[in-house]
């Protein structure tokens, strides 16, 4: 049982709270539910949908064609008809008139008024839709009642209740697998959360979608967390107070979008020659400039690895799913404090915005392993310095004001153990040396990327972060099929670990990688780094994410 | 006994620096403050190598970005004494929207600008302050653009101390940046100071000649007084002292969380006690 439920309308009408209770009736009943967004620029008017898909097995993609378009304009069942399965129905308000057998004209306006409010209407619509599948209404009811009270709950709860009458059964459901155990969380939320876990008490960010949503999160829980979120003055204020914070001793963070990733440059750099531990969320949008603000494309790859001038120890992270936004959260911070780096966690609109069911994070798997140190830090002269050579180019780090008698210094400009400005082509070398050898020790614990699909497929595909969703599910689906093809989605991307890829890449016949953007920019970086090159790209970059059945598609059309 | 020690600068021999440099040193040592109690944080430029020529803690980050790193430093931990230590380019050039946005934090940090009225290690380019009319290298037809006037602005934005001193007047001196250290709250203090090898128009002798302390029955409360004083500038005299004040919540005291207990940074941190917000995802 695989189900697709469109909701869509103009921005202001109610698409968000219509699609919320539909996740939340679903979610609650026990099934799986993967549901994301398409919304456009605009704060009214323009047209916007939310897709919530579900089923009685574990979803990690959305999927086009749809079963039941819950139309809140006449624009929503235009434009998204030819999206409807065979059997697939509209349901919308008589008012939008038109007869045919797809249409459901329903009296969703007048049973709203009825229920007392009209806007209410949107309750109508999901009593109706719920029955067409024979879904009770009680989770409903019990999440209306958990956000709602007095006249507005009542007016949902009839609303409910009326649409629910007007329509028969027309769709075969399976019982949910069970009890409802798990989460419904975006990839932002889900950053925010690892955030929260992972002790960092300070989030400095300027708005900007589609990163905007880690820290609305963080906000809702400053006070009850102690996290401080400033909004800062714009992105470079952003990343500064984050690295002063994290020189202040506490675990800091900041994210943006391309655009005020851009702003940031500058202090990546400086992070990495200050070797001040930091945290940054990429959430990618299509680009340049301002491109699409609501849309999504992963096409910053290159840039977040070459962000900033000169060369300095950097490590990205691509997240592939909302599990992974949350583990992965964690351990950034980890590796920021361990190699005293900045680390860049990638993620772009499809994971910011989709919402999935998984199983509850396990907040005893996270550690907080901040690898301070204290007086051991200072050398035998008795002092402490800040860039002492060590062997594998980490030096021991403690806090400003800590230690009795002990000063830190941190400089952008080259400087010397101490952190005092020098032009000394010797001390030059050995600090660059130094800094570069954090890399080496940090390539010692990548994690490889995820393999879907046949241990040693014939076909290699290749892809990177929120395409792992779409990709896995392609990839069953062939290979179920009994086509022989393996994928590898890398999450660790930047250093590039290479033992997996070059071990499959041996065997395959054919390597192909997948990615949204239009250059392909992770076949660069793979052949840049294994001198392995993909003979052919599916690309995508219409501001759209991949489904998984158009990769099924583009793989079986243009690759096999 | 001196505890914040001297080293060898990069300066020019009678740079005006020295004598900021040097009021630093006096006023942390009559404060009482240990060195590892107190952060410089600074930008890029002559002013801002300052942290590097006394034995304080050191935050030498980004041309324009001190003010932002220092006030964060602040929230991290409040236990520490925190001032920013930067040039006039630095702070009200390439720095001038964290300049403007940080006088409405209001964090409890002092910030202590060099003007030289130029640009100094970039060898000589007019700053936000150099004169209308003054040429340069670059400003060949002179400075075309009004001068920046970093006091009125401060003053406007509600800073809760704004005062001015000049780097050849160590008393004065001493005393304003103890006042401002002192300070409760975002505290700017711009200090007159000589480039002598780039600013041949605002000598010493120059500085020397105009300022004038603020007379002693003047009460640093009325905002408009204050913005009187604040554009009382050149032959008719530099007023020098503490223009405004006045006192305010400063970013701590705003958030409770903050104000009250251990500084953020002495936190126990646990990831368990983020558990209960997935109650928010069900
Ligand atoms: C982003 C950036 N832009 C430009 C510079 C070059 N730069 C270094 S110091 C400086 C001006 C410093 O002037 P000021 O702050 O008045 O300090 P002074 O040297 O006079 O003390 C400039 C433009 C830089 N380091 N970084
Ligand atoms: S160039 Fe000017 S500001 Fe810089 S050290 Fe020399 S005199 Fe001082």
Redesign the pocket.
Known sequence: MDYNILIGGSAGQGVDTVGTFVEKALKRMGYYVFSNKDYMSRIRGGHNFTLVRFSDNPLCAHKDDVDVIIALNEETVRVHREKLTPNGKVVCDVAFGKEDDKNLNLPLKEAAKNAGNPKVMGSAAVGATLKLFGIQTAKLEEFLNEVYDGEILAANLKAVEEGYKMVDTIFQTTPPPGEDKHILINGNEAVALGTVAAGCTFYSAYPMTPATGIMSYLAKLQEDANIVVEQAEDEIAAIIMALGASYGGVRAMTGSSGGGFALMVEAMGFAGIGEIPLVVAEVQRPGPATGLPTRTEQADLKFIINCSQGEFPLMVIAIRDVQDAFYQTTRAFNLAEKYQMPVVIVSDQYLADYYQTVEPFDFSKVTIDRQLAGEEAINSDGVYRRYSLTENGISPRIIPGKIENQLVFVDSDEHDEEGHITESAQVRVEMVNKRMKKLEELKKELQEPVKVGEEKGKTLLVAWGSTYGPLKEATERLVSEGISVTSLIFGDIWPLPEKEFIELAKTAEKIVNIEGNATGQLKDIIRQQTGVNCVQSILKYDGRAFSSQELYNRIKGEVL | MCEFKTFDTA??PG???FGILKALKRALTELGKKPHEVVISSGIG?AAKTPHYISVNGFNGLHGRAVPAGAAIKIANKDLTVIVESGEGDTYGEGGNHFIHNVRRNVDIAHFVHN?QIY??TKGQASPTTAKGQKTGIQTMGVLHEQFNPLAVAITMGATFVARSFSGNEEHLVSMMKAAIEHKGYALLDIMQP????NKVNTFKWYKDRVKPIDESYSPTDKFEAYKLAHQWGDDGIPIGILYKKEEPTYIDKIEFLKQGEPLVDRKLDPKNAEKYMADFR
Not at chain 2, 195 to 198: D, G, N, R, V
């Open positions: 300066w020019c740079c005006g620096n002559q030289n100094g290690l480039c002598i090898t780039y």
